[in-house]
């Protein structure tokens, strides 16, 4: 283990490969506390995720650690708390919202557009463009009404603060918040910035109440309505949810997009079908949400790049009860370390796994594949109860930006493909430089 400490850092999603190739599907760490396992079987990964899910909880060192941030809101909360919360937010995310979605979407693919034509055959960091758009679109459906000012200080205090948390939970020995070391004063700095900006964001909005008979401008409208009790959020949950919708589903959609971009580059095939099939769509004035339908490569090509580049590249559980996984017994208190990654690789399901073949999600008829969405082997957005509250909002995202961009953009790469490096979600080293041009659409 301590041998493997330095290829962990320098290059984790080998050492994944590594351990899966050498020892198997589920694979003991020589830690004596707590027992550790990282599980790469499909069959085993449902079995805590889905069906025994109620014997596994989220007190793990990932969750944790993001909490510093996120205070107990709907991704790291567990059992009880977490239930009250998902039946309160689950509204947020009802089909309406998406719609919301998908205008954002447009007028954000149509700045950045705007921002590339007027740089027009420069080489670029697609990157930063896709953590750009994604995070414009979360403040948008999040905060959309006054986007301008609060929101955005918001948004970027709370990226801030969790650059700061990755980087204090990369260093193994990390003295507790209390403690004032470097890191965690700039921890305490960014954390304060972040509260101060959703009170600024908070009082604002109370200026500018929801009228008796308007309808819900964007999420934090939903967040302060009463609910079928008559009960309103306390301040501090607010701010927890609206914190942790702003890290679970900004950099997750663009991790994906970017991904998008680099396999689509390297696919020209692949390119020239998503386009054909998204530009009658954009010339005619949209993407709009009810286009979505007419969209199936474009869907099968965000499947695929999910499954060779989940953004949750880890997902961490903590056993309440002794279970018993592939033949292994497994106490109460073990650490269980589910890798998507590897799942996304797993033989047992997938042929030629390593490969970029968006048809796989495809059935004769070009029609997405539910069965294979569904099945067992594919969890990018986790699966059973604690199943991403974001998936669709993300898939609407994702697939509406690629068919709004990719029919009227040229990519060349530059340089050589970027390794795939795994932080909060996994990122190209050195960002995704291309050579883009803009082409009119007629
Ligand atoms: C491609 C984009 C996304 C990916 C790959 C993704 C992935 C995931 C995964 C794997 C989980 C389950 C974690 C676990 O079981 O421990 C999760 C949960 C969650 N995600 Fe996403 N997510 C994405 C986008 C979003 C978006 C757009 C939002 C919201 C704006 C969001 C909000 C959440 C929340 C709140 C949870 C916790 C749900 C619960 O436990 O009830 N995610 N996500």
Redesign the pocket.
């Known amino acids: 283990m301590v041998r493997s400490i330095r290829e962990i850092r320098r290059d984790p999603l080998s050492f994944l490969n590594r351990m899966y190739a050498q020892f198997g599907d589920v694979v003991q760490f020589p830690i004596p506390d707590p027992p550790t396992y990282l599980v790469s079987d499909p069959e085993i990964a449902r079995r805590i995720?889905v069906t025994n899910a109620r014997a596994y909880g989220?007190r793990t060192i990932q969750y944790t650690t993001l909490s510093l941030v996120t205070g107990e809101?709907?991704?790291t909360a567990d059992t009880d708390v977490?239930r009250g919360q998902?039946r309160r937010l689950q509204p947020a995310f009802h089909h309406s919202t998406l719609e919301f979605i998908a205008d954002h979407v447009r007028t954000s693919s149509d700045r950045l557009l705007a921002r590339w034509s007027a740089v027009d055959g420069a080489i670029v960091d697609v990157d930063e463009a896709m953590m750009h758009l994604a995070l414009e679109v979360?403040g948008k459906s999040l905060f959309g009404a006054d986007l301008a000012g609060d929101a955005a200080r918001l948004a970027q205090a709370t990226v801030e603060a969790l650059d700061v948390v990755v980087k204090k939970a990369r260093s193994p020995l990390s003295p507790p918040l209390r403690v004032p070391t470097p890191a965690n004063i700039a921890l305490r700095k960014a954390i304060a910035d972040l509260d101060s900006a959703v009170d600024a964001m908070l009082a604002d909005r109370a200026k500018r109440p929801l009228a008796r008979d308007e309808s819900p401008r964007d999420m934090l409208d939903l967040l302060l309505a009463r609910d079928d009790d008559g009960r309103v959020m306390p301040r501090d949950e607010i701010r927890n949810q609206v914190i942790?919708?702003i890290v679970?589903?900004h950099e997750?959609?663009a991790s994906?997009l970017t991904w998008a971009w680099q396999l689509l580059v390297a696919h020209p095939d692949s390119w020239n079908r998503l386009r054909a099939e998204a530009l009658p769509i954009v010339e005619g004035g949209g993407p709009h949400f009810t286009d979505l339908g007419a969209l199936p490569y474009t869907a099968a090509v965000i499947d695929e790049v999910?499954r060779l580049y989940?953004?949750?590249w880890l997902?961490?559980r903590r056993s309440h009860e002794d279970d018993v996984l592939g033949g292994i017994e497994v106490k109460a208190g073990s650490l269980l370390i589910v890798s998507?990654w590897l799942v996304h690789r797993h033989t047992s399901i997938w042929d030629r796994p390593h490969q970029f073949i968006p048809e796989r999600f495809l059935d004769q008829d070009g029609q997405r594949r539910r069965d294979v969405i569904n099945g067992s082997g594919y969890?990018?957005?986790?699966a059973g109860p604690?199943?991403?509250?974001?998936?669709d909002?993300?898939l609407v995202?994702?697939i509406l930006v690629l068919a709004s961009i990719a029919p009227r953009v040229d990519m060349t790469r530059v340089g050589a493909t970027p390794a795939a490096m795994p932080m909060v979600t996994i990122r190209p080293q050195g960002g995704l430089p291309m050579r883009v041009t803009v082409k009119p659409v007629p």
């Not at 969890?379 to 986790?382: E, V």
């Not at 604690?386 to 998936?391: D, N, Q, T």
């Open positions: 995720l989220k809101g709907l991704l977490w998902r979360v942790t919708f679970a589903g997750t959609v994906a999910l989940p953004p949750a997902i961490t998507p969890i990018p957005f986790g604690r199943l991403c509250i974001g998936r909002m993300a995202e994702a």
